[in-house]
């Protein structure tokens, strides 16, 4: 017999998310479900399976797909999404403290991390994590890639208006600088 683990996410779980609001999100903590202010998860020790604003994402797909929105069907879906994390969740503990300290300056400049690390891996190389992030007040999306290997740099990336620029600094570059460096590259997508 297996000792597979097997994330749930409950209607309560959904409910409880929706009266949180906005800057939480649905984590599991190795046992357990339990809402938490996104920062909580900044390090990987907590895997973020959904912030709030995922509600309306969720729903809004779904209601495209011809497919249910409450809280029922939003537990399905999130149970689905936190298992699909799970397979990655080592990877993402071991590569999200690297961007923690950035994920902390980046507030500074009002752009926060939304969604959980996506883990993947370039065509034969090295395991690596991107985070997601909102910059305010726009429809601008911005990710950082790490890898974890010495020597790789960090790959910032912005996208809005139907372009991407892309940035790359040095594993070593202080957080702050990270953090202008990728709020002015923001700023630019704009």
């Known amino acids: 017999m297996s000792d597979r683990i097997?994330?749930?996410?409950?209607?309560?779980?959904?409910?409880t998310l929706r009266g949180h609001g906005p800057g939480w999100a649905l984590m599991w903590d190795?046992?357990?479900?339990?809402?938490?202010?996104?920062?909580?998860s900044d390090d990987g020790s907590l895997m973020q399976i959904g912030d709030y604003d995922s509600i309306a994402h969720i729903s809004e797909f779904n209601a495209e797909d011809g497919r249910g929105t409450d809280d029922e069907d939003l537990a399905d879906d999130y149970t689905d999404i936190a298992n699909d994390y799970l397979a990655s969740w080592d990877d993402e503990k071991r590569l999200m403290p690297l961007i923690a300290p950035i994920s902390r300056a980046l507030r500074d400049h009002g752009i926060t991390r939304i969604g959980g690390g996506l883990v993947g891996w370039r065509p034969g190389g090295p395991r690596r994590v991107t985070q997601l992030y909102r910059t305010p007040n726009t429809d601008t999306r911005a990710r950082i890639t790490v890898t974890g290997c010495p020597g790789d740099p960090f790959e910032l990336a912005v996208s809005g208006h139907g372009r991407t620029y892309t940035a790359f600094l040095n594993a070593g570059t202080?957080?702050?600088?990270?953090?202008?460096?990728?709020?002015?590259?923001?700023r630019a997508a704009r």
């Open 174 to 186: 202080p957080a702050r600088t990270v953090a202008a460096r990728f709020a002015a590259v923001a």
């Open 6 to 15: 097997f994330i749930d996410v409950t209607v309560d779980d959904v409910a």
């Open 30 to 40: 190795g046992t357990d479900v339990i809402i938490r202010p996104i920062t909580e």
